[in-house]
């Protein structure tokens, strides 16, 4: 039997407007193999982060249920949910998100520590040399590229071996040759790291790295692929 990473079963989002129900997902059911990579396509507005925010149970749905290695996330309370996404779930934002005051090494170092990682600064080194850094270690985000930003971003993202990896247009802030470049990173880690990938975009050409493609309209499923 295939093992499932990640279930939506019957999931809806509504969130009230101006004294009205505005819907932003509606009947979404989503079966994710364990090691796939996914990628979710669709406009602004399609409820693509949307929909990334409850897979990693940082939103609860209206309706429905998601799953993660079988367990039920709107079962679960805060507390239980900071602990799944710690051991579980790995993250990649537009905005890189790192921490100002630390270095690029730190930044990849500090949540294995918080995650009580052995050989965290090893580890955060092996992972600054994956990405090409090794030499911009000691080097704060203000001296770094926005692609070299991602770079670390993504190190970061593998350091704890998550077994889920959600990207949120991870090369939306980048030009295109350094965001191809940043998207071969990320896909040669997921490989090799054998993670399971969901990825948000809107280019066509992003989502064509991912082994299928799910397109949102309108807080719906509209085609697979």
């Given at each position: ?25 509606r009947d979404i059911d989503l079966a994710i193999d364990a090691g796939e990579s996914v990628a979710i396509l669709g406009p602004s507005g ?180």
């Amino acid at each position: 039997m295939t093992s499932r990473r990640v279930e939506c079963r019957g999931v809806g989002k509504v969130l009230p407007s101006g004294g009205e129900q505005l819907t932003i997902l509606r009947d979404i059911d989503l079966a994710i193999d364990a090691g796939e990579s996914v990628a979710i396509l669709g406009p602004s507005g399609s409820g693509k982060s949307t929909l990334l925010g409850l897979l990693a149970g940082l939103d609860r749905p209206t309706t429905g249920s998601v799953l993660l290695d079988g367990e039920a996330l709107e079962d679960k309370d805060e507390d239980e949910l900071a602990l799944l996404r710690r051991g579980k779930v790995g993250f990649v934002f537009q905005a890189f998100h790192l921490f100002a005051n630390l270095t690029a090494h730190e930044n990849i170092r500090v949540p294995l520590d918080l995650t009580g990682v052995d050989g965290s600064a090893e580890r955060a080194t092996e992972l600054l040399e994956r990405v090409g850094l090794a030499a911009r270690a000691h080097h704060y985000p203000s001296q770094l590229s926005g692609g070299e930003m991602q770079r670390v971003a993504l190190a970061r993202a593998f350091g704890p071996n998550p077994s889920l990896l959600l990207a949120d247009e991870p090369t939306g802030n980048l030009d295109s040759k350094t965001g191809e470049r940043v998207l071969e990173l990320l896909v040669e880690m997921r490989e090799r790291e054998n993670t399971t990938l969901v990825l948000v975009t809107h280019d066509p050409a992003v989502a064509a790295r991912a082994e299928r493609r799910i397109v949102l309209e309108a807080g719906a499923i509209v085609s697979e692929s």
